[in-house]
């Protein structure tokens, strides 16, 4: 059995294992008097200020069967009115559960397969080079220079529209490049993503953009060694043969130890 508990939308508690349910009401009594009834929940006229709690749906949402299993969600967690001081419950038996797992990892794998699908008929115009002096005069403003080659990178010029208001230092957010792709390509579905073949996240120019999967944009980041991980093993040998040299120029040895 699965048990639940959510409070102002994020998950509070959750068990994955048979459990009492008078004990579950127990231990939620911090939050409000709560009773069981021929073993269906139901609200109680609470005192005013005291937390409600509310039954509701738990909603598995779709996920890579091959990777972990998603968070639980519930199906009042997006409503109109928010209410902080409700706790919301959802039980689902063994069986049901599992068979929502199925469903979720099935409609992820349906997903996949339809965004896969969007990127095969995206390809033929997407191989199609983009000249700079076909692109219209408000798209040349979007970006330095004039008269770029198609094979260098197109930098993002940033405008008012596309910074932060209310910050001291105005911190600019990330370049509008999918929109800029729209509008030279075409619509791009959701679920595909556009690779940077150049590793410039602020390059515009849509021939360095492809289209792909998101585990083709993470594939690209290992085999060229973007990962954060990657990148602090590269800067760590870095200080060390550093640290070597130096020791060579003032002629120490580095399995010397110290008096």
Known sequence: MLICAFRDGKKAVEWTSTVDLAGLLDYCSRFADRWQEQGKWFLEELPSGATAFEETQLIVPPHNPHGRRPRTKHSLAHREKPEPDTLFIGVLSDDEYERKIDEAQAAWLAERATVCRHIEQMRPLAEKTVVWNELSPDLQARCFGSNLSPDECWYWRPMKQYRRKGADDLEIKEAPYRDFYERIKGPVPKGVVLRHNCDNRLCMNPNHLE????????????????????????????????????KERKGISLNAKRP
């Open 211 to 246: 289209p792909g999967t998101p585990k083709d944009n993470v594939d690209d980041m290992m085999a060229r060694g973007r990962h954060a991980a990657q990148i602090k093993a590269r800067n760590r040998k870095k200080w060390r043969e550093a640290y070597r040299r130096r």
